[in-house]
């Protein structure tokens, strides 16, 4: 029959629109307004999963976030296929698909049951003392089949089709949670002249008022007093009221983030973002997050139809659902009293109230009684029947004296107590106190601008909490800076209060016994495990947490912390306070990804940054590459060529011809000012005082501990301005050094530091013919080899823009860099190409440099040295001032190790055959013969084939390296071993003429 | 996200606008190439990581590109001061009162209660102090402390309730308060293992610092 468990008359859904879905396969009907859970217990349906470890059947705990059996998969289609969403939290919508999990064949026959059979094997801590071995059997026996056996749900196996929204906001009064005291505060602080915004992960405001029927204020039953206040707070200005949104981590000063389900509840979400991403700055912050009910730890207490007592009543007073035919209780406080009250007034049989207190008194328990409910005090729940159900449940008294009593139910709702949440509060750095009179923890010592109120903050009665809760809207208005006047009074003419209850086990699954008495539902945890850990020598709390696992689920121990923390104190013989609570880590429920990287997705993942010539290298066939998050040309591959083909080319054809590079990628600093040579010659290792305006000399920068840090051709454009290039990766970390040096160990110099990395566009032009190339194009310079130099700048024009051009050469051949700015890069490159054709010249890419430059010796900062590597090193030595007193290195140089012998030295190699091209990384041995582990004496830094040579090229940095040339080496491959002969770094025109034309 | 006040700038600015720029007040020789193996390594490497009060650099990259300082408490992030390069550095016992003041504070035991009440009126709490913002107190000449410290030091903002409790008189107890942080272990105690169950009878006459005695659940009692 459908929805069998619906109550006619009860709930609040009545006359909701029904609407249909399907859990395995099966169909089911349910109204708007339901979540999951709510509509399966309608239509009767209890089991709803297989636990992690053990694969025990599971059915609903709770009706809320804390839920941590019934996580279920949502399939919306192909690409939405969402696992271990939990079934109190998901809303029904028409059409909605969701499948149980860890299972199979099925739910109610699963062979993964087995586990449970085998637990003795599996008890806490198992992986670390199993599949140990065989060794050889972990990669292809054990690994296999954890993975596939592991975990809950299936993961997705196509991109999120989603979009996902995100803002930041600013208020004066966040507060996080929508009940009673909630909606006081905000309405209080609103009232008061603060924007305040206002979260709930419910689908409406009114927290326990869902579910408590008692209540009565300002002459309005509970929850309709919920619903009005929200309703007034929707109409004023500087209110934004969110629901289904979670706060769901609380960060440094005041810095919360939100989570909204914007359309996860709709059949048709259209075009609206999945979820949204709020990221609040709030002057200050108010946590009304109420309390998280506690089960109780007995033999068998994870079956099917055993839920919180809390959660019946939401599910009767809310759903309109009667979540069994025979239901029977098992508490230690009043609470479920209450819960049993309702349902046996809704019409439901209640069999029982096991009462663990010997003398339960009180107007609650009267009413009990006079509704006939049998109450058995001084008793425990010792035993579960049933597997996928419960069917029975065996009382016994406290003492265990005689024998039980068995009762039939098919549901049993437990109450240990109310836990506070503590977890923003914690997450903000507060420290909890623990209250021994009520064996809770609650905030206690503040270290943000918050504040809690209701029964997170251990004010349990509804009058104190609302109290509570207006003056602390009150007072974080004003805090905020807001001078409202109104001092609101609510009057609470009737509530309900609990407080007290137990934690730990219950007689029955004390310490003597090995009853599965499950603490953390989720991950399969039992109070004899908690025994055990300490028993194995766990003694602080953290210990006990990581080795059990308990708390460690997606719930992260809502139900369970405090009952793991009384078990380790009972077995550690220590109070709970001094055995600890564990750290509340954000977030608080799981969040997305897809909230969290939102639009950084695809293209939007990382800036691009592309040159001024960008188009006219794609229009020509680029292939490009990623240089941090430029895309630079690597080749272009002419018809038919593959990359080795068009580099070859290219690499021939610049030492033939010429070719055009697009270098403007290239890091450029200006320094000017009076002390500009004075600074540069700290920064640098090179003198500079002496170069004369319009010379350029190639500079080495230096870490202070002596190392390579980054290199670059400066060219000095007068007295006191000088032109810095850097390596592309290099231009912001080397331009942040400068400053560094120049504003806190050197501010009383007087000079300027100005990135103009993209102010300049630049184009190396290559080659024999490289200056009848530019030559045309040039105005107001002398280009020839007299009055320009190799090494030399001059300013001018070309194309009639202005021009920095410079005669340097990173290819060996006769060269020059012409820099023009930026929005003159495209056409002045063309004008360049187009003579360039003349000519026979290439464009060549960012692959054929890194051959030209190697063949002549040339290194690459990050390619060639890797932050280990100093200038003497790499051959560089002339580059560092020797009469300099002072620069950021010249102590580093001298430590011991980078003056000691066998130090690894920049040098080429020959392969012995010509056509084999060395590795880069690969590691260098001088005896292939000997035992692993070799001794490794250096590594190949750059390897490639070089047209030019007619044979392979490489450099590396081997130990001794200028000691070894000629000698043969080796280098061991996996699957042969290369020999190789050392020579020197310089492949290709030794002598370097072709520099000077 | 951290908020951090450029002292150059004159505001606070989130955390995405900075790069932390390592420990501040490690001084370059200015005879650097006369100095030791030692010093030099200590120069290089050796850094302080305090728990509690760290002194460190911030430069406002996404800003106005100057480098500053900091006073920062590592437990808390909770910034005391940021001050212009150049500026010395601020004498610790400045912020030390305001350190101690994010400690634990120790609680009382909680008054002992007979079976569990049906209708608490106001559980009787033992009394919480909130933390008062840190008090910075005046400026010394040269240093700037940010706008919210002087905000904060203004409106202290504290739950009705605790305030309430802050005016109980003192109870005189001759055991020690209970250290409160609830995340530390202490040393192992010699003690009887009770059963962990309901709060059960002791009388109130009691003097309120004593715990609460839970009667251990034997069999054989009746």
Redesign the interface.
Known sequence: MAESHRIAGAGRLIGARPLHFTFDGEPHTGLEGDTLASALLANGVHLVGRSFKYHRPRGILSAGAEEPNALVGIHRDEARRTPNVRATVQEVYDGLSAVSQNRWPSLAFDVGAINNLASPFFSAGFYYKTFMWPKAAWAKLYEPNIRSAAGLGVAPHKPDPDHYSSRFAHCDVLVVGGGAAGLAAALSAAENGARVILCDEQANFGGAMRYESGARIDGLEGWHWTQDTARRLSEMDGVTLLTRTTAFGYYAQNFVGLVERVSEHLAAPGDQPRERLWQVRAKRVVLATGSIERHMVFADNDRPGIMLASAARTYLNHYGVGVGRAVGVYTANESAYRAAIDLKNAGVDLRVIVDLRDNPAGAVIDEAKGLGIEILPGRAVTAVGGSLRVRSITVQPKTGEGTGRQIAVDALLMSAGWTPSVHLFSQSRGKVAFEAGTQRFVPGTYAQDCVSVGSCNGTDDLAAAIREALAAGERAAKAAGRSGTARLAVKVEASESWSAGMVGTGPGAGKDTKVKAFVDFQNDVTAKDIRQAVREGMRSIEHVKRFTTNGMATDQGKTSNLHGLAIAAEMLGKDIPEVGLTTFRAPYTPVTYGAIVNHARGKLFDPTRTTPIHGWEERHGAVFEDVGQWKRARYYPQAGEDMHAAVNRECHTVRQAAGLFDASTLGKIEVAGPDAATFMELLYTNQWQKLEPGRCRYGIMLREDGFIYDDGVVGRLAHDRFHVTTTTGGAARVLNHMEDYLQTEFPDLSVWLTSVSEQWAVIAVQGPKSREIIAPLVDGIDISDAEMPHMSVREGRICGVPTRLFRMSFTGERGFEVNVPADYGEAVWEALWAEGQKHCACAYGTEAMHVLRAEKGYIIVGQDTDGTVTPSDAGLDWAVGKKKTDFVGIRGLKRTDLVAPGRRQLVGLRTKDPKTVLEEGAQIVADPKQAVPMKMIGHVTSAYWSENCGRSIALAVIEDGRDRMGQTLHVPMPSTTIEVEVCDAVFFDQNGERLHG | ???IHCPYCGEERP?LEF?H?GEAHIA?SKA??E?S?ED?EA??YLRANTKGLVYE?W?H?HGC???FNAVRDS????FFITYK??QPKPDPSRFAKAVAA????A?E?????S????????????P????A?PEVGGEPAGLMAPDIMRN?AK?K?????ALAAEAKPKRKSPAKA?????????P????????????ESEAASEAPSK??RRVP?K????
């Not at chain 2, 069999?219 to 009746?222: E, R, Y």
Request: no cysteine.
């Open positions: 996200m951290l908020l955390e790069r720029a370059r650097i190439t100095t193996d030099f120069f290089l650099r430069r990259l590109g100057r480098f437990v808390t992030d909770r390069a150049g994010v400690e634990p504070i609680i035991a909680a008054v002992v209660v079976e569990p009440r049906l209708q608490p009126a106001a559980p009787a709490k033992a919480r102090k909130v933390a913002a904060r409106a903002g504290a739950p009705e309730a209970k250290p409160v942080d609830a995340t530390k272990a202490s192992r105690k010699a003690r009887k293992p009770v059963e962990p169950g309901i709060a715990r609460i659940v069999k054989g009692d009746a």
